[in-house]
Nanobody
Framework: QVQLVESGGGLAQAGGSLRLSCAASGRSFRNYPMGWFRQAPGKEREFVTAMSWSGSTSYYADSVKGRFTISRDNVKNMVYLQMNSLKPEDTAVYYC????????????????????WGQGTQVTVSS
């Protein structure tokens, strides 16, 4: 069992930066791929980025590529999302996710394949 708690959301201006954190509990964390999703008002939850358990492989949605960076610290049981060059369209609730499935399966299968979710943290970007 893995429990996830996000933090670091808030208000930023367009062009600014925010860093989200996700604290994970559970001994299996370091063996799980981790990901970030987001959900804007009136829209479906969408994939943002994911990283393999070792940190050697990562995937990004085209909309955030080059601006967002995922990282993890398996000693501290933490996952991070560094968000730079923020845009108003990045406004959403951001969710941390984890699963024991392979990173390839998770990225190909969509959000229904992920097993564990945090409660989300709000990110608002003003123009």
């Amino acid at each position: 069992q893995v429990q996830l708690v996000e933090s670091g959301g808030g208000l930023a201006q367009a062009g600014g930066s925010l860093r989200l954190s996700c604290a994970a509990s559970g001994r299996s964390f370091r063996n799980y791929p981790m990901g970030w999703f987001r959900q804007a008002p009136g829209k479906e939850r969408e994939f943002v980025t994911a990283m393999s358990w070792s940190g050697s492989t990562s995937y990004y949605a085209d909309s955030v590529k080059g601006r967002f960076t995922i990282s993890r610290d398996n000693v501290k049981n933490m996952v991070y999302l560094q968000m730079n060059s923020l845009k108003p369209e990045d406004t959403a609730v951001y969710y941390c996710a984890a699963s024991p499935k392979s990173i390839a399966t998770l990225v190909a299968g969509g959000r229904s394949n992920w097993d564990y979710w945090g409660q989300g943290t709000q990110v608002t970007v003003s123009s």
